[in-house]
């Protein structure tokens, strides 16, 4: 059974930032592309950035370029999302997610399993 552990939420100014971990279990981690998303109140849960399973290849939302990078550990069986220049509109409950293959992909229907989520709260 696949389990995912996000962690490294909290409150942060706006221009601050931070890095959200999430640890996998039950899976053959380096096997399977990683994903993070973000749901903020009263939104859809959106697709933020995704990983291969080697880690050779990314993809990020435009509104997340340049500011977000995510990277993995596939010793530790970890996704990492270090979050840089937040903004207020970041504010969300951020999870991640594994895909049961090594490619990358941008939609939640691409995702097999899912974390409980993070929140992440940025103030003015």
């Known amino acids: 059974q696949v389990r995912l552990v996000e962690s490294g939420g909290g409150l942060v100014q706006a221009g601050g930032s ?6 996998a279990s039950g899976l053959t981690f380096a ?3 990683m994903g993070w998303f973000r749901q903020a109140p009263g939104k859809e849960r959106e697709f933020i950035a995704s990983i291969s399973g080697g880690g050779g290849s990314t993809y990020y939302a435009d509104s997340v370029k340049g500011r977000f990078t995510i990277s993995r550990d596939n010793v530790k069986n970890t996704v990492y999302l270090q979050m840089n220049s937040l903004k207020l509109e970041d504010t969300a409950v951020y999870y991640c997610a594994s895909r049961g293959s090594p490619v990358i992909a941008t939609t939640i229907a691409g995702f097999r399993s899912w974390g409980q989520g993070t929140q992440v709260t940025v103030s003015s």
């Open 18 to 23: 931070l890095r959200l971990s999430c640890s």
């Open 31 to 33: 096997a399977y592309a």
